[in-house]
């Protein structure tokens, strides 16, 4: 089975509308309620909250502490 990527494009009534390099449409479907597909605009685009952001913090210090204690 081949995967949404390689359906006609008169097979879908809307594309995600990037272009790839040959000048192409890009033949996936967009995210539900967005413009464009997972690929091209992103699922998240980083915590909004300050306790969304001290979560990150904490887990990237506790990977940078586990990376350096690999060494």
Not at 26 to 44: F, L
């Amino acid at each position: 089975m081949l995967s949404d990527a390689f359906e006609p494009v008169s097979a879908r009534a809307t594309l995600c509308g990037a272009k790839i390099r040959a000048g192409h449409p890009y033949r996936r479907k967009p995210e539900p309620g967005a413009q464009r597909c997972a690929n091209h605009s992103g699922k998240s685009t980083g915590p909004k909250t300050d306790e969304g952001r001290a979560r990150i913090y904490e887990m990237q210090r506790k990977r940078w502490l586990n990376k350096a204690s690999a060494k």
